[in-house]
């Protein structure tokens, strides 16, 4: 993990949860794990740096066949301000807390191993 700034590209990772979950309607839908992802210092929150007015996040788990499906989403508060296939672009508020989450959708042969994580890259965009 590294530090986030404006413009600069954040790479943080959570162990995945397995177990199904979610609705048959919306995004994510139904899935197969689920992974919070913490800030280098462990919070769930991150915030908007000064300077940021949009944030890319891109799931860039290493390893995966072609067939695994994921979606990445990200929450202000309590909603949903992004969900999507892999990776979004949404509008932010310098200063605001946003929380970020990878939905796994399918597991393809063969699953993630045990103990793996799955990786979140987040950029913070002028």
Known sequence: MSR???GVAVTS?????FG???NPVGCPGQYQAIARIPTPTGLLTWTAP???TSCRITDVTPGM?????????AVK???QVACGDHTV????????????TIYVINVPPPPPATGVALELQIEWLP
């Open 13 to 17: 990772s959570a162990m995945p949860r």
């Open 50 to 52: 000064p300077g940021s």
């Open 65 to 73: 066949p072609a067939s695994y499906v994921s979606r990445v989403e």
């Open 4 to 6: 986030s700034m404006s």
């Open 77 to 79: 508060v309590i909603t």
């Open 20 to 22: 199904p979950g979610g």
């Open 89 to 100: 672009t949404f509008p932010v508020t310098a200063g605001s807390k946003y929380s970020f």
